[in-house]
DNA sequence: AAAATAATGTACATAGTGTTGATTAGTGAT
DNA sequence: ATCACTAATCAACACTATGTACATTATTTT
């Protein structure tokens, strides 16, 4: 029996359909890409398509929890305790050192799907593994005094900025390594926007 | 001759439209949305819609870019020199108090917009106008020294942590008032996530 | 080589799009 | 209050995409 997951014939069709959604997307946006773009692009009857998908939703976001997948897994993996109480002073995380690497290899991927031609839950899905991840890490910290504010919204703030300056990265070409990237985001988090930006406390 | 602006057949008939537009995206985001929907929605004719709107996408930029003018035309009302100079420190800034005000008036369409069912690009409109402004703003103060990082990955860092807090606000209802929230990020952008968090300096 | 099944090709009913032309109804200016 | 103007309606059009079905062909697994 032909194993749904071993099956050549399918591997290869998804992979020429996710390729084709990628490039489909950079031209048009989600929105503008039928299943028909699809299927002449990835070079493949349009029912075969519907064999695997049940429409370009289902693509969408089987193609995105892949990702997050991935991004969960090997978070997981570098995440030890040791970087937890390691010097979180002006040394980049080597965890987020990691994910900067992980993204530059989905580049296109990533890109497109963060952009403006994207989808906004993908956004969303990323914000929620970057805050369960921070949680727990704050989780662990022993040299902490109670928050100063909701912590609700100190999560929103800061996965919110980190993925935008993943973003801007992104569109901006990569032209920064994932160390000074890594950096940059630790010195902004943990010396406060304001005092980066040249701002004097009084 | 019925002026284009003032006859009330036309005023009427785009605020219906509109209306629908934020009704459908909560229901099925924007994407979902068929201009037969709005029309029905709105109660009037299909063809009536065309006579307004190319497509719905002329709809959705024209709506964006209405409350994105303005945003800019009551950030730049609010916004002399005294800000600038004000204090800092702990203080929340009256014009981000007056930009959640202006939030929560227009609530609903907002939400939406910047919600997971809402455009990206919209967000990427927002972020500009606030970089713009903080840009001028970080240009008119002289008690300053050079940023440490880049600029364009602090305004990245800055303006997405702002939007993602007020995402966040939206979509938990609003609990908090406009000052608290100003307050709130305030605190985390001039004394840092990090402090903020309670992690001690070491 | 045989059995299993992925992929193709074709056709179908359904639904949305954007446009047109004739008609009705509401509006602003006088 | 009237009248010229035009927004809105209605019906019809060709066109494109969708999702499904079924018989057929091609490829893969064992």
Redesign the interface.
Known sequence: MGNSKTDRRIIRTKRFIRDALTELMEEKG??GVTVRDLTQKADINRGTFYLHYQDKYDLLEKSENEVIQEIKEFIKKANPNEIVSA???EQPLPFIIALFEYIQENARFMQVM????????F??KI?EVMKINMLEK?EL?D????????????M??????????I???LE?GMKQSPRE?AL??A????????????????
Chains 1, 2 share one sequence.
């Open positions: 989600f929105e010097n979180l002073k963060l952009g403006p031609k994207g989808n906004p839950g956004h969303l914000k704050l910290m040299n902490k005094t109670p928050p100063l504010v909701p912590l609700e919204h100190l929103s703030y800061v996965t919110s900025a980190h993925l935008g300056v973003q801007h990265w901006q990237m940059t985001l010195s902004m988090t943990f010396l406060g926007p304001a005092y980066v930006a040249g701002i004097k406390r009084t």
